[in-house]
């Protein structure tokens, strides 16, 4: 093949098996962070399905859509790169099978196999070699840590599988590391540890010619010495290779238990590198977050009204900045989920709802389902001072909220659910410049990176350390109508965030109200341990406050 790997990168690949949901992203994530203090680490996931990206697939099926600085759509994974890594994931470094295909495809019409029959081998491996090693070269990384999505065995993986056994054989075993992520079940009749689908799912991965270097063992506790012994007699492996994975408080003490288990040493033997885990400001924030969640005086309860409230992992980032901004303010975090639907239909009063909860956040989302459930919530955080965060579709309906209720303009919505039967008489949200014409749903909407220009003198500023030029990632169709922005200002809605140069609103805050703010971006996509998005640490401490605990 042509290209190959002609630099001095090394290669660390995480598989997973057993099962999936197992933290495949946070294991790989957690091993970079081990490793980055002196080497640039490069994370890629390799994904079966054929979607060219999650983009258009719905969050209950592939958990949250993670949107790039440079406007990629990509698998939620990448927040977890992004916090452990702090590196800036890029679109290219999710490779999905459509894209596979799609490639393929393309070069097939254009002749570029010179008669040859395209078949998935050598071709389908070959673009998936062919891209991890181009991202190698293009970003000279010292690392690149390969995530194969799913578990080993899945049909859909199977290339991958045998693209990464063959880069072992092409740069060399001294250059690339295996890394196994399974499951020891301690079943509740026999209470004891379980090695055997460890040692099946081992076998499994050496029938596709991988042998692992190192098995970390997914547990509900630290594995038995004997487990270990067992797990490295069938893999083939030392014992000091076998790797123990706890279930955690926080995901955050991952990083910390690895390198106790002694994982950054054995990487650097293995692989010839040096570059020592500096862990000690993370250290410190796990022992805050851990703190906080010990400390039941220290408890705030924020409500997430939302739609996908079925799966947790739809709102991923969100509930990693709530936890952020609580280990800087020495709060812990509760959350309480809010159907909207319930509330929508009646089923539920947003009195009722809300009872004794200290914050509100109305998270993206999409379409007409719930929203009427949204602006209700939103109305009484409104009118009782309960401190609110809308993001996304959140400031939007904040704004149709204010434009019924507080301007008299009845029936105020989103032109996004407007239809021939429910045609929209003021619509305070409408499309952004150039979306109407629009009719492909994939990577067209604004996305990504972009300036926010924000007033001085406004909470805004405040919030942001006196920024007058923020930089936030947003995932948008839809904007404040701005034919409307003058009304809604003169009764009090204040639009203190804008993109540079355009009428596109971007910050809304209320003056006489403990905290009532939107945004149209997604500020939750750049909040890390060590620096948690200001939006939402002052949302943490308006609940505080709300709640008559004082921020620490
Ligand atoms: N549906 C809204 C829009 O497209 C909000 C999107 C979101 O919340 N990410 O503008």
Request: charged residues 25%; contains cysteine.
């Given at each position: 093949?042509?290209?190959?790997?002609?630099?001095?990168?090394?290669?660390?690949?995480?598989?997973?098996?057993?099962l999936?949901?197992?933290g495949?992203?946070?294991a790989?994530?957690?091993?970079?962070?081990?490793?980055?203090?002196?080497?640039k680490?490069v994370?890629?996931?390799?994904?079966?399905y054929?979607?060219?990206?999650?983009?258009?697939?719905?969050?209950?099926?592939?958990?949250?859509?993670?949107?790039?600085d440079d406007g990629?759509?990509?698998?939620?994974?990448?927040?977890?790169?992004?916090?452990?890594?702090?590196?800036q994931?890029?679109?290219?470094?999710n490779?999905?099978?459509?894209?596979?295909?799609?490639?393929?495809?393309?070069?097939?019409?254009r002749?570029?196999?010179?008669?040859?029959?395209?078949?998935?081998?050598?071709?389908?491996?070959?673009?998936?070699?062919?891209?991890?090693?181009?991202?190698?070269r293009?970003?000279?990384?010292?690392?690149?840590?390969?995530?194969?999505g799913?578990?080993?065995?899945?049909?859909?993986?199977?290339?991958?599988i045998?693209?990464?056994?063959?880069?072992?054989?092409?740069?060399?075993?001294?250059?690339?590391?295996?890394?196994?992520?399974?499951?020891?079940?301690?079943p509740?009749?026999?209470?004891?540890?379980?090695?055997?689908?460890?040692?099946?799912?081992?076998?499994?991965?050496?029938?596709?010619g991988i042998?692992?270097?190192?098995?970390?063992g997914?547990?509900?506790?630290?594995?038995?010495d004997?487990?270990?012994?067992k797990i490295?007699?069938?893999?083939?492996?030392?014992?000091?290779?076998?790797?123990?994975?706890p279930?955690?408080?926080?995901?955050?003490?991952?990083?910390?238990?690895?390198e106790?288990?002694?994982?950054?040493?054995?990487?650097?033997k293995?692989l010839?590198i040096?570059?020592?885990?500096?862990?000690?400001?993370?250290?410190?924030?796990?022992?805050?977050?851990?703190?906080?969640?010990t400390?039941?005086?220290?408890?705030?309860?924020?409500a997430?009204?939302?739609?996908?409230?079925?799966?947790?992992d739809?709102?991923?980032?969100?509930?990693?900045s709530?936890?952020?901004?609580?280990?800087?303010?020495g709060?812990?975090?509760q959350l309480?989920?809010?159907?909207?639907?319930?509330i929508?239909?009646?089923?539920?009063?947003?009195?009722?709802?809300l009872?004794?909860?200290?914050?509100?956040?109305?998270?993206?989302?999409?379409?007409?389902?719930?929203i009427e459930?949204?602006?209700?919530?939103i109305?009484?955080?409104?009118?009782?001072?309960?401190?609110?965060?809308?993001?996304?579709?959140?400031m939007?309906?904040?704004?149709?909220?204010?434009?019924?209720?507080?301007?008299?303009?009845?029936?105020?919505?989103?032109?996004?659910?407007?239809s021939?039967e429910?045609?929209?008489?003021?619509?305070?949200?409408?499309?952004?410049?150039?979306?109407?014409?629009?009719?492909?749903?994939?990577?067209?909407?604004?996305l990504?990176?972009?300036?926010?220009?924000?007033?001085?003198?406004?909470?805004?500023?405040?919030?942001?350390?006196?920024?007058?030029?923020?930089?936030?990632?947003f995932?948008h169709r839809?904007?404040?109508?701005?034919?409307?922005?003058?009304?809604?200002e003169?009764a009090?809605?204040?639009?203190?965030?804008?993109?540079p140069?355009?009428?596109?609103m971007?910050?809304?805050?209320?003056?006489?109200?403990p905290?009532?703010?939107?945004?149209q971006?997604?500020?939750?996509l750049?909040s890390s341990?060590?620096?948690?998005?200001?939006?939402?640490?002052?949302?943490?401490?308006?609940?505080?406050?709300?709640?008559?605990?004082?921020?620490?």
């Amino acid at each position: 093949m042509s290209g190959g790997n002609k630099t001095n990168t090394k290669y660390i690949v995480v598989t997973g098996g057993v099962l999936s949901g197992l933290g495949k992203g946070v294991a790989a994530a957690s091993i970079g962070r081990l490793l980055c203090s002196r080497l640039k680490i490069v994370p890629v996931k390799l994904d079966g399905y054929l979607n060219t990206d999650p983009g258009t697939m719905n969050p209950i099926e592939h958990g949250e859509v993670f949107v790039l600085d440079d406007g990629g759509e990509v698998d939620m994974d990448f927040g977890h790169y992004e916090r452990f890594l702090g590196v800036q994931g890029k679109f290219g470094w999710n490779l999905t099978m459509g894209k596979v295909f799609q490639e393929i495809l393309e070069k097939e019409r254009r002749g570029d196999f010179l008669g040859k029959t395209v078949q998935f081998i050598p071709h389908a491996t070959n673009v998936i070699k062919e891209r991890i090693y181009g991202i190698a070269r293009d970003e000279k990384a010292d690392i690149m840590m390969v995530e194969v999505g799913g578990t080993v065995g899945d049909l859909e993986n199977l290339f991958y599988i045998e693209a990464v056994r063959q880069m072992r054989h092409e740069v060399g075993a001294e250059n690339m590391l295996f890394v196994h992520l399974t499951y020891v079940p301690v079943p509740s009749g026999v209470r004891e540890q379980k090695s055997k689908p460890t040692q099946q799912g081992v076998k499994l991965l050496n029938e596709f010619g991988i042998y692992p270097d190192v098995v970390i063992g997914r547990c509900q506790e630290y594995l038995d010495d004997h487990i270990k012994e067992k797990i490295a007699l069938f893999g083939n492996l030392q014992k000091d290779c076998v790797i123990s994975g706890p279930d955690v408080e926080s995901v955050y003490e991952i990083p910390l238990v690895y390198e106790k288990e002694g994982l950054s040493a054995l990487i650097h033997k293995k692989l010839g590198i040096y570059s020592p885990p500096a862990l000690g400001e993370w250290s410190q924030w796990v022992a805050a977050v851990k703190k906080n969640n010990t400390a039941p005086d220290r408890v705030v309860e924020i409500a997430i009204g939302g739609k996908y409230t079925a799966l947790e992992d739809s709102y991923a980032s969100l509930v990693e900045s709530l936890e952020h901004a609580g280990a800087h303010l020495g709060a812990k975090v509760q959350l309480r989920w809010i159907e909207t639907s319930e509330i929508e239909k009646g089923n539920q009063d947003p009195a009722e709802a809300l009872k004794d909860v200290d914050g509100l956040i109305i998270p993206g989302g999409f379409g007409s389902r719930g929203i009427e459930g949204k602006i209700k919530l939103i109305k009484y955080a409104r009118e009782n001072n309960l401190p609110f965060l809308g993001i996304c579709y959140g400031m939007q309906l904040a704004v149709v909220e204010y434009a019924r209720n507080v301007c008299s303009l009845e029936g105020a919505n989103s032109e996004e659910v407007e239809s021939p039967e429910n045609p929209v008489p003021h619509k305070v949200i409408c499309y952004l410049p150039g979306q109407k014409q629009i009719t492909r749903k994939g990577g067209t909407m604004r996305l990504g990176g972009h300036d926010v220009e924000v007033r001085k003198g406004s909470k805004a500023s405040k919030i942001y350390g006196n920024s007058v030029r923020i930089r936030e990632r947003f995932r948008h169709r839809y904007e404040v109508n701005p034919e409307y922005v003058d009304r809604l200002e003169a009764a009090g809605l204040k639009f203190t965030g804008k993109a540079p140069g355009t009428p596109i609103m971007q910050v809304i805050e209320l003056e006489n109200h403990p905290y009532f703010m939107g945004c149209q971006y997604h500020p939750e996509l750049t909040s890390s341990l060590l620096k948690p998005s200001p939006l939402f640490r002052e949302l943490v401490a308006a609940s505080l406050t709300h709640s008559n605990k004082p921020v620490a």
